[in-house]
């Protein structure tokens, strides 16, 4: 099973509202990421999990904050967003960091919209 | 940092070979050239990667200059289920850190 799974697929949330995205995996990988991707752009890296620890911080702002509570799971917690947040969120995967970057399995993204 | 060019956007008539240009004039001599691709509504797929010499795999050829400041991702016989963005990814150098390069729209003409 090579998949990368992502709930939910669409988010709607107000500037207000506290939510979160959920990625998980079964490949056995060590290291998750966040990457976010506005429209007709490419994805940027946010956040680096590996062994369940943060090892990168792309300087995003702290009203993102991820958290991996097991090898599997990856959440990113969202609070106080702005609408320039909307974009696709992706998560990926892959069996350890650092690696070559071939290894890297992608989810299918949550789609997010800030009103 | 490593950085890329591409072209913004390419067409293809079905079944003729696609050639994708990417520019890395910056690469370090020890950078794998990575190149994946995105289907629409989709996240992005691992399509081929590569060294210094030419590679082949299922989906794809890759083939790299020798000077390695330029490569170009060939698929042989385009069908409508690759039109997509390509992208080429190196590593920014110093780091662990892959930067995607601003992509190609790949159309597939019936």
């Known amino acids: 099973d090579t998949e990368v799974t992502q709930t939910p697929k669409h988010l709607v949330m107000g500037m207000t509202n506290k939510k979160s995205l959920k990625c998980e995996q079964h490949?056995?990988?060590?290291?998750m990421y966040w990457y976010k991707q506005k429209a007709k752009k490419p994805p940027e890296l946010m956040f680096v999990?590996?062994?369940?620890?943060?090892?990168i911080n792309e300087s995003v702002p702290s009203r993102f904050s991820p958290e991996c509570p097991n090898s599997s799971l990856l959440n990113l917690h969202l609070h106080a967003l702005q609408p320039e947040d909307s974009a696709l969120y992706l998560c990926?995967?892959?069996?350890?960091?650092?690696?070559?970057?071939?290894?890297?399995?992608f989810g299918p993204g949550t789609r997010l919209t800030v009103t | 940092d490593a950085k890329t060019t591409q072209p913004n956007s390419m067409e293809s008539n079905e079944e003729e070979p696609v050639h994708l240009p990417c520019n890395h004039s910056?690469?370090?001599?020890?950078?794998?050239i990575h190149w994946y691709r995105q289907l629409p509504s989709q996240g992005p797929e691992y399509v081929i990667h590569?060294?210094?010499s030419n590679v082949n795999n299922r989906m794809a050829s890759l083939a790299i200059a020798e000077d390695r400041k330029s490569s170009t991702l060939i698929l042989h016989r385009a069908t409508l289920r690759d039109a997509a963005v390509y992208y080429c990814?190196?590593?920014?150098?110093?780091?662990?850190?892959?930067?995607f390069g601003t992509g190609t729209r790949l159309k597939v003409l019936a």
């Open positions: 590569g060294l210094t």
């Open positions: 490949m056995g990988h060590r290291a």
């Open positions: 990926a995967s892959s069996q350890e960091t650092p690696v070559s970057f071939y290894e890297q399995y």
């Open positions: 990814i190196l590593r920014a150098s110093g780091t662990y850190k892959y930067i």
């Open positions: 910056t690469i370090s001599g020890t950078d794998y």
């Open positions: 999990y590996s062994y369940e620890k943060l090892s």
